[in-house]
C-alpha cells in the first residue's frame, strides 16, 4: 500500500503525490495484477503549483493485457480521461512486465479545457502549449505503427519553443485524424504581433507518407 508518496522519490521529472495499492500474483509464465491509484497535486517539476491536476489510475494486468483507465482534473479548469488497452508480454518467473510494442492496442482519450496542465505534464520542457481544447479519439494499431481517428481542437491558443524563441499566440486549430493523416481543416495564429500565419490541408502521420499542409 501507498500512502501519499512523494513522486519525486520514484518519478524525478515529476512532482506530487500518490496512494493506493499495487498488487501482483503469478507463477511460471502466468503473471495478473492491478494498481488503484490516486494522484495529487501531480505536475512536471519545471511546472508551477498552479498548473497542478488531480487524478486516479485504475490499471489490470491479465491474460497477456494491461488495460488502463485513467483521468485527470485541475478545479473544472480542465477534464482528461483514457481508457487504454495495451498487449503485453508478462511472466511471474522469471520476472518480466514489458509493452509488446508491435501487437495491436486499443482505447480512448478524451481531454476538455484548459490543455496546458496536461501538455506540461507529458510533453512539457523547452515547449508550451496553452488554450482551450476538444480532444476526442479512439486508437488503434500498435505502439510502433499507432492508428488515430478524431478531432482536436484548439481556440485561444498560445504556443512558445525556448530552443527556437518561436512563439505563437490567438491560435485556432481545427483539424480531425483518419488513421495514419490529418486533416487541418483551419488553423491560423500571429507571430507575437508581427506577423500572421494561417493554413490548411492534410499531415501524413506515418514515416513516407505524402502532405498538403501549407502555410501562409
Do not use: C, K
Not at 57 to 85: C, F, H, K, M, Q
Not at 206 to 214: A, L, V
Amino acid at each position: 500500500a501507498l500512502s501519499r508518496v512523494d513522486l519525486g522519490s520514484v518519478a524525478p521529472d515529476l512532482r506530487g503525490s500518490v496512494t493506493g495499492r499495487v498488487s501482483l500474483r503469478g507463477a511460471g509464465e502466468r503473471l495478473e495484477g492491478s494498481a488503484n491509484l490516486d494522484l495529487a497535486d501531480l505536475r512536471s517539476i519545471d511546472a508551477p503549483r498552479g498548473l497542478a491536476v488531480d487524478g486516479a489510475v485504475n490499471a489490470t494486468l491479465t491474460d497477456g493485457a494491461l488495460r488502463i483507465v485513467a483521468d485527470a482534473r485541475d478545479e473544472g479548469a480542465v477534464t482528461a480521461s483514457a481508457d487504454v488497452t495495451l498487449p503485453v508480454e508478462a511472466s511471474a518467473a522469471p520476472f518480466r512486465l514489458a509493452i509488446a510494442r508491435t501487437r495491436d492496442m486499443s482505447g480512448q482519450v478524451s481531454i476538455q479545457g484548459q490543455i496546458q496542465p496536461i501538455w506540461d505534464l507529458f510533453l512539457g520542457g523547452e515547449r508550451s502549449l496553452a488554450g482551450e481544447v476538444d480532444v476526442n479519439a479512439r486508437l488503434a494499431g500498435s505502439l510502433n505503427a499507432p492508428r488515430v481517428n478524431g478531432r482536436l481542437n484548439l481556440r485561444n491558443g498560445s504556443f512558445h519553443d525556448r530552443g527556437t524563441g518561436l512563439r505563437l499566440n490567438a491560435v485556432t486549430l481545427s483539424s480531425r485524424f483518419d488513421d495514419t493523416t490529418a486533416l487541418i481543416e483551419t488553423f491560423s495564429a500571429n507571430d507575437d504581433g508581427r506577423g500572421t500565419v494561417s493554413g490548411d490541408g492534410r499531415l501524413g502521420l506515418r514515416q513516407g507518407s505524402g502532405s498538403s499542409f501549407q502555410l501562409t
